[in-house]
């Protein structure tokens, strides 16, 4: 029974006098920064965000004018596709819309949390 007793006194003595720094911490780093990421990062998302906007609209954009024309293939066929672009228009936009939501949410808001006051 003592010989387990004088092993813990023994850990404890020793973790009492042992000699320890901590490195790496946030009280020993410098955290100030210029804050140009919250200028950067808002304007990619947004560059980002007309791209994603933009690619699809170029696309479609020139079909529907084109289904417009009474001498496209489609019309003179008598199975008009102007019906077709309005729809991938609508949804396609809907869809941007909802993923352009999501990342301005996500990194706008992680951008203005941090702010300086």
């Not at 100030?32 to 990619?44: M, T």
């Not at 699809?56 to 079909?63: D, F, M, V």
């Not at 809907?94 to 992680?110: D, N």
Request: glycine share 4%; net charge neutral.
């Amino acid at each position: 029974m003592d010989n387990v007793t004088s092993s813990q006194n023994v850990a404890l003595e020793k973790s009492a006098t042992e000699h320890r720094e901590a490195y790496g911490t946030a009280k020993t780093e410098s955290l100030r920064d210029n804050g140009l990421w919250r200028i950067i990062l808002p304007a990619f998302v947004l560059v980002c965000c007309l791209i994603l906007l933009s690619f699809p609209l170029i696309i479609l954009t020139p079909l529907f004018f084109n289904s417009l024309n009474s001498n496209a293939a489609a019309n003179l066929a008598n199975t008009p596709l102007t019906w077709l672009w309005i729809t991938m228009i609508i949804i396609e936009v809907g869809i941007i819309a909802i993923v352009i939501r999501g990342l301005i949410k996500i990194f706008m808001t992680t951008a203005d949390n941090y702010s300086s006051k």
